[in-house]
C-alpha cells in the first residue's frame, strides 16, 4: 500500500501535512514534482527487474537525472577487469557438468547463494567429463561454508586483505616465476599451482563482494594465464538486487551500466561523477527517488533531500514511500538469475495486486510537465 | 489513407520496374494506382531513387555479447576516459534506439541478428522488442550444444534431429538455424586449439562436416525458407579458402548460406604469405547454384568483433586493439568479444578490404550476393553508404587502392575489375534477394499487395552522401523518415518460422534439464509474460 512515510522527512512545500496515507496516483504525482523540480535528480537503489530497470533509466533521462545501483561498487569491480584486460567467464551449468577443478575464492559466496553446493553438483564427479574426478580448492572461504559445501575440499584460509597477494602468488608459480616464500608456504603454494594447471576444465567461482577489486584483478589474471596451456574459466555471482541485470538493461536502453547520467541530454558514464551517495552528500543532486523493490535497503547517504522511496517493504525516511511488488514474488519477472547466469524469466511465487517498479515509474512519468498523459 | 510517392525513379526488380513513375500506399501496404480517387497525402519525389526498405541479414545487433562489447568499450562513447570527438562505434548509436533509428535512415527496414545462443535468446528478444521502427528476426545457433553431438553420437536419425531443431525455434522464436565453426567451440572446451572441417570433436567421435550436414538436413527437412546459415572453419586464417571451398562442396548441392565469405578469402602467396583467394572462391561461388553467400566487408575503422566462433575470438586476444577481450564458453555455444582495429596502412586489412570487394564484383549473381559488413565484425553498419559508392565507382575503388600500402594492389584482382553495380542490381542484393532467402515473401518488393516499406533517396553523384540519408522512409505505410531525420518512430515486429514437429521432443529434452542441469528446461524459455511488446511477432512461412 502507498503510504506517507512516516518519520519526519524534511518540510517541503511540496510534502503533504498530512500522515495519513496517500493513494498510489497521489504519490506518483508527487513524486513527478519533486523529481521534475530539481535540478539534478538521482535514481538511485535500482534494486528492480529488467522491466524496472528499463523504466528507472527512462525516467532519468526525462528528467535529466542521473541511474545508479546500490551494489554499484561491486558492478564497477566486476567490469573492471573486462574494461582493462581479458577476462573469461563461464554460466553455472558448465561449472556443473564440466568442471573437473571448482575453485571458491573468498569469503560469503554460500551466504549470497546459499543452493551453491546443490547447484554446481559439487560431490559429484563433472557429468561431462568423462572418467575424471572433481577437484574442489577454496582459497579464503568461511570455515563453516568450507565444512557446510557437502564434498572434500582443499582449503587454504586466508584474511581477506591477503586474497590479492596470495592469488598473484599463485599465478606467478602457475607461470613458473618465482616467489619470495617460505619453505613450506612455497610448497603449498606450488602444489596449488600444479592442481589448477592439471585441470582440463577449471572454473574459479567468486563475487565481487567476497574480493576487493584488485584481488578480482588478480584471480582474472590468474585464469587468463592458465589458458595457456589448459582450460579454465570464472563465474561472478553477481551483485544483489539485480545488479548484473540492471547493468545489462543498461548496455541496451543507455549504453551504459549503473552510475550513468543524463545531464546534457545525452548519456554519459562516470563511474565517479555519477555515484549517486557522492553527488547527495556534496548537495550537486537534490532529489532522490530511491527503488529497492527486491529489499527494504536505506540508501546510503546521510544528507537530507527530498526523497520518494519504493521498496518491497515498510521502509520509512522520505516524504513519500510505495510498497512495491517483489520480482519474482509478487509477479512475474525478468532478472539476471544466480542459477543460470542469464536473464531469465521468473514466474510469481505468490502474486498479489502489489504494483510492479515499471508500473510505478511509468505512472510517474506521466505526471511529469510536458507529459501528454 | 491513400499515399502517393510520385515521380521518381523507381526500381523493383520483382515486379520488373524500372522507370520513373508513381508508388501508392494504402493501410500499411502497396496498392495499384487507385482509379478516381487521389491521394490523401502526396510526397514529391523527382530526382529521387524509390525502392522497397533494404533488409540486412547478417548484423549483431542485440543480445548478450553485443552488450559486453558495450560494457568493454566505455571509451568508445561519451564516458568517463579521454577519447577522439566522434569514434566510429559512436556513429554506430549503441543502443537499441540509436540502433533502430540509424538503420532507418539509410532506407533499412528488416534486420536479422544472426547469432542468438538458444539460453540468451530472452536476452536478444528483450533488446529487439527496443529497437525501435524496424522489423526484427534472429537466428538460433546450434552444432556446439551437448543434446545434438550425443545424439548424433548415438546415431539419432534426421528426424529425431529436425524435431530438437524445430523445438529450438520455438523456443527462441527464430527464424531460422546457424551453425557457428560446427563442434569447434565444444572442442575448445577440450583446450583443442585448432579445428577444421574433418577435425574429430573430442569425447564425440564426430567431425565437424558431420554435424554441419546433420543441421542442414534438419533446414530441409522442415522446410525452412532459411536454408542453414553457416559459420564455417578456420576465419580468418591465410589459405582459408581451401576450407571454403571444401565446405561448399561439403553442402552436397543443398541449399546453404556461408556467412561474411571475406573472411575465408585468402591464400597464402606472397612475402607475407596473406593473399587474397577471393577471385578463385568468387569462381566457385559461380558454379555453386545451392550456394548463397553474404560478404562481411571489411572497413578501416575502429570496431569490435562479437562472434560465437570461441576458437577463432580466443587466438585474437593476441592481436586485439586495444588490448582487452571477453571468452565465454556457455552452455550450448561459447563466444568471444574482442576489439579491433582495422587500418588502411596494415597490409594485412588491406586485403581484407580488397577481398570483400573482389567477392562483390566478381560473384555474378546478385541474387546470392548480399551485403554486410557482419557488423560490427567487418565495420559498423553505419559504414554501408561508402560501401554502396566504392560498388557503382571503379573510380572511387582505384581511388582507395591507391592510398593502400605497397604490395596490396598486386595480391588482388581489384584494380582490373571495371563492373560498377547498378540500381536494379543493388535493389536485388539489398531488398529483392534477402526477402527471398528470408522466406520473408511480403517485402523486398514495390508490387501490389506487398508490405509499404518504401526508401526514396535524392539522387545525387556521391553515392555515398546519396544512400546515407533517405529523402523519405515509409515503414508498414506510415512516414518514418524524411530528409534523413527521424519524424515517427514505431516498434515494428519479429519475424519468426514455426515448423511442425512432433512434441514428444518436448518430454525428451525436459527430462534432459533436469537430470543433466538440475533445472526446469522453461527457465531458458521466452514467456509472454516477459516481453515488454508479446504480441509484436510475424511469422514466416516454410516452403510448400
Ligand atoms: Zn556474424
Known amino acids: 500500500m502507498p503510504r506517507k512515510a512516516k518519520s519526519s522527512a524534511r518540510k517541503s512545500a511540496a510534502a503533504p501535512k498530512a500522515a495519513a496515507p496517500i493513494d498510489i496516483d497521489a504519490a506518483c504525482k508527487l513524486a513527478a514534482t519533486l523529481l521534475s523540480a530539481a535540478r539534478l535528480p538521482v535514481i538511485a537503489g535500482m534494486g528492480a527487474d529488467v522491466a524496472g530497470a528499463r523504466a528507472a533509466i527512462r525516467l532519468a533521462r526525462a528528467t535529466h537525472g542521473v541511474y545508479d545501483h546500490l551494489a554499484s561498487a561491486e558492478i564497477m569491480a566486476e567490469l573492471e577487469p573486462l574494461r582493462r584486460a581479458r577476462r573469461f567467464a563461464t554460466t553455472p551449468d558448465e561449472a556443473r557438468v564440466r568442471a573437473d577443478c571448482l575453485l571458491f575464492v573468498g569469503a560469503g559466496l554460500v551466504q549470497r547463494w546459499p543452493e551453491i553446493g546443490a547447484r554446481l553438483a559439487v560431490g559429484a564427479p563433472p557429468a561431462l567429463q568423462r572418467g575424471r574426478a572433481r577437484k574442489i580448492v577454496w582459497l579464503g572461504g568461511d570455515r563453516a561454508d568450507v565444512k557446510g559445501l557437502g564434498a572434500e575440499v582443499d582449503a587454504l584460509a586466508a584474511a581477506r586483505r591477503d586474497m590479492g597477494p596470495l592469488i598473484g602468488m599463485i599465478r606467478a608459480r602457475a607461470m613458473g616465476r618465482p616467489i619470495k616464500a617460505e619453505k613450506s608456504a612455497l610448497r603449498r603454494i606450488d602444489s596449488l599451482a600444479e592442481t589448477f594447471k592439471a585441470a582440463h576444465f577449471g572454473v574459479a567461482i567468486s563475487s565481487a563482494a567476497a574480493l576487493d577489486p584488485l584481488a578480482l584483478e588478480q584471480l582474472a589474471g590468474l585464469v587468463e594465464d592458465l589458458n595457456a596451456t589448459t582450460r579454465f574459466s570464472s563465474l561472478l555471482l553477481g551483485p544483489r538486487a539485480n545488479g548484473a541485470g540492471v547493468t545489462q538493461a543498461g548496455a541496451w536502453v543507455a549504453g551504459f551500466p549503473p552510475r550513468t547520467g543524463f545531464c546534457s541530454g545525452e548519456a554519459e558514464h562516470d563511474p565517479w561523477r555519477f555515484d549517486a551517495r557522492r553527488l547527495i552528500e556534496s548537495g550537486e543532486a537534490d532529489a532522490a527517488l530511491w527503488i529497492d523493490a527486491y529489499g527494504d535497503e536505506p540508501p546510503p547517504w546521510t544528507r537530507k533531500v527530498p526523497l520518494v522511496t519504493l521498496t518491497c517493504g515498510d521502509f520509512g525516511g522520505g516524504l513519500v514511500h510505495v510498497r512495491a511488488g517483489r520480482p519474482g514474488v509478487d509477479h512475474d519477472c525478468v532478472e539476471m538469475a544466480i542459477e543460470t547466469g542469464v536473464l531469465t524469466p521468473r514466474a510469481a511465487s505468490a502474486p498479489s495486486a502489489a504494483p510492479r517498479v515499471d508500473a510505478i515509474i511509468e505512472r510517474i512519468m506521466a505526471h511529469l510537465p510536458g507529459s501528454c498523459a | ?544
Not at chain 2, 155 to 171: F, H, K, R, S
Not at chain 2, 367 to 378: E, K, Q
Not at chain 2, 513 to 530: C, E, H, I, N, Q
Request: charge should be neutral.
Open chain 2, 1 to 544: 489513407m491513400i499515399v502517393r510517392i510520385s515521380g521518381g525513379h523507381v526500381v523493383d526488380p520483382l515486379s520488373g520496374r524500372n522507370e520513373t513513375g508513381d508508388v501508392w500506399i494504402e493501410d500499411g501496404k502497396i496498392v495499384a494506382p487507385p482509379q478516381g480517387q487521389s491521394a490523401d497525402a502526396e510526397y514529391d519525389a523527382r530526382n529521387c531513387l524509390v525502392m522497397a526498405g533494404a533488409i540486412d541479414i547478417h548484423s549483431h545487433i542485440a543480445g548478450a555479447n553485443v552488450a559486453t562489447a558495450r560494457l568493454m568499450l566505455p571509451e568508445a562513447h561519451a564516458a568517463y576516459m579521454a577519447r577522439p570527438a566522434q569514434t566510429q562505434l559512436a556513429a554506430a548509436g549503441w543502443t537499441a534506439e540509436e540502433t533502430g533509428r540509424r538503420y532507418a535512415r539509410m532506407g533499412f527496414t528488416t534486420v536479422v541478428e544472426p547469432a542468438v545462443s538458444p539460453h540468451l535468446a530472452l536476452h536478444a528478444h528483450l533488446e529487439l522488442s527496443d529497437i525501435p521502427i524496424i522489423d526484427k528476426a534472429v537466428l538460433a545457433v546450434l552444432g556446439n550444444d551437448d543434446y545434438l553431438l550425443s545424439a548424433l553420437r548415438k546415431g539419432e536419425g534426421a528426424t529425431a534431429v529436425a524435431d530438437y531443431v524445430a523445438l529450438t525455434l520455438q523456443a527462441t522464436r527464430a527464424l531460422g538455424v546457424k551453425c557457428i565453426n560446427a563442434g569447434g567451440a565444444m572442442a575448445f572446451k577440450e583446450n583443442v586449439r585448432a579445428f577444421s572441417l574433418d577435425d574429430v570433436v573430442p569425447q564425440y567421435g564426430l567431425t565437424s562436416r558431420q554435424i554441419m550436414e546433420a543441421l542442414q538436413d534438419a533446414a530441409v527437412k522442415l522446410k525452412l525458407a532459411h536454408p542453414l546459415h553457416l559459420h564455417m572453419n578456420n576465419l580468418g586464417l591465410p589459405g582459408n579458402v581451401e576450407t571454403a571451398i571444401a565446405t561448399i562442396d561439403a553442402a552436397r548441392g543443398l541449399p546453404l548460406h556461408l556467412a561474411h565469405l571475406q573472411f575465408y578469402a585468402y591464400g597464402k602467396e606472397g612475402g607475407r604469405a596473406f593473399s587474397s583467394a577471393a577471385a578463385q572462391l568468387a569462381e566457385k561461388v559461380n558454379a555453386s547454384p545451392h550456394v548463397t553467400v553474404d560478404i562481411g566487408q571489411v572497413m578501416f575503422s575502429d570496431t569490435v568483433t562479437i562472434s560465437l566462433d570461441v576458437l577463432r575470438q580466443f587466438t585474437g586476444l593476441k592481436t586485439a586493439r586495444p588490448r582487452k577481450g571477453f571468452i565465454y564458453d556457455g552452455d550450448i555455444n561459447s563466444a568471444g568479444v574482442v576489439p579491433y582495429s582495422y587500418k588502411r596502412s596494415d597490409f594485412f586489412n588491406a586485403v581484407q578490404w580488397a577481398c570483400g570487394l573482389e567477392l562483390f564484383l566478381l560473384i555474378d549473381d546478385p541474387w546470392r550476393v548480399f551485403f554486410t559488413t557482419d557488423h560490427p565484425n567487418g565495420a559498423p553498419f553505419t559504414v554501408y553508404p561508402e560501401i554502396f559508392a566504392l560498388l557503382t565507382s571503379r573510380d572511387r575503388r582505384a581511388e582507395w587502392l591507391a592510398s593502400l600500402p605497397k604490395g596490396v594492389a598486386e595480391t588482388t584482382t581489384l584494380g582490373s575489375i571495371r563492373r560498377e553495380y547498378t540500381f536494379e542490381e543493388l535493389a536485388i542484393m539489398t531488398r529483392a534477394a534477402p526477402a527471398k532467402l528470408l522466406g520473408m515473401r511480403d517485402r523486398g518488393s514495390l508490387a501490389a499487395g506487398a508490405t509499404a516499406d518504401v526508401a526514396v533517396y535524392g539522387l545525387h553523384k556521391d553515392r555515398a552522401k546519396m544512400f546515407a540519408a533517405a529523402r523519405y522512409l515509409f515503414k508498414d505505410g506510415a512516414l518514418v523518415v524524411r530528409n534523413g531525420e527521424i519524424v515517427h518512430a514505431p516498434y515494428g515486429r519479429t519475424f519468426r518460422a514455426t515448423p511442425g514437429f512432433d512434441r514428444a521432443i518436448e518430454r525428451r529434452l525436459d527430462r534432459y534439464y533436469t537430470s543433466l542441469y538440475g533445472l526446469k528446461r522453461d527457465l531458458f524459455s521466452v514467456p509472454d509474460f516477459a516481453l515488454p511488446r508479446p504480441q509484436a511477432f510475424g511469422e514466416v512461412p516454410c516452403l510448400a
